[in-house]
């Protein structure tokens, strides 16, 4: 696809449950950022690929959130023992490099929701 | 640390009225920002960037530095200008001796919704 791809669109989870969202980023984007949404509040940086590597995981909250990229293309972030408090959306972006500020290719976002 | 602030949640105006939408940041180093506009059921996406001084779908967007500001205006609203409006700041981040990176940081976004 032309776009940032994520998935799922939706996801419903019970607290304490592990949960995983995918992310597949515009081809060719070396950077690849992770954000999330609360209601009522803009993107919050989590953290950011550069390549296969993580560049920076400063924005990550716990160390129940880790992400991972491998083949320094698809993302996947990790939420362990998930708590109502990480119901969000989250989003994931991709850009050429790192030359590159401030323009942002977003996915659609995977809402989750924890009960 | 880098804040960006939209004092507004909500604007409402009337079609062919004028906009300016509010963004304040702060910032130590030398700022760049953008706009990003995200339409009813369509992704985040980049609105105009400062640096590039242009005017999109009749959008401008002066930085002024002394008053730490980046206001967004058009002279004329249309329906289809109705969605929400994120202010965000591009400053470079040192993590780690020799390391660091870009970071986009995002204001809370203003919702605007033009009146027909």
């Known amino acids: 696809g032309a776009g940032v791809s994520q998935t799922p669109s939706n996801k419903v989870t019970e607290k304490g449950k592990y949960v995983e969202l995918r992310c597949d980023p515009i081809?060719?984007?070396?950077?690849l950022y992770w954000y999330r949404q609360s209601l009522g509040q803009g993107p919050e940086f989590l953290i950011y690929?550069?390549?296969?590597?993580?560049?920076?995981d400063s924005g990550l909250p716990n160390d129940r959130f880790f992400a991972v990229r491998p083949e320094g293309s698809v993302s996947t972030l990790k939420i362990q023992r998930t708590e109502r408090g990480d119901s969000a959306v989250y989003l994931c972006?991709?850009?050429?490099?790192?030359?590159?500020?401030?323009?942002?290719?977003f996915g659609e976002g995977s809402r989750l929701t924890v009960l | 640390a880098q804040r960006v602030t939209q004092p507004e949640k909500l604007l409402s105006v009337f079609k062919g009225a004028p906009v300016e939408l509010k963004c304040n940041y702060s910032?130590?180093?030398?700022?760049?920002l953008f706009w990003y506009v995200q339409y009813s059921r369509q992704r985040l996406q980049l609105l105009l960037r400062?640096?590039s001084r242009e005017s999109i779908k009749g959008f401008t967007a002066d930085l002024n530095k002394g008053e730490t500001s980046f206001h967004l205006k058009k002279p004329f609203a249309q329906e289809e200008d109705s969605a929400m409006y994120y202010c965000?700041?591009?400053?470079?981040?040192?993590?780690?001796?020799?390391?660091?990176?870009?970071?986009?940081?995002f204001g809370k976004g203003t919702k605007l919704s033009v009146i027909p």
């Open positions: 081809s060719g984007h070396t950077a």
């Open positions: 690929f550069q390549g296969t590597g993580a560049a920076d």
């Open positions: 965000a700041l591009s400053s470079w981040i040192n993590r780690y001796s020799g390391a660091g990176s870009y970071q986009l940081t």
């Open positions: 400062h640096i």
């Open positions: 910032y130590s180093g030398s700022p760049e």
């Open positions: 972006a991709s850009s050429p490099g790192t030359a590159n500020t401030g323009e942002l290719f």
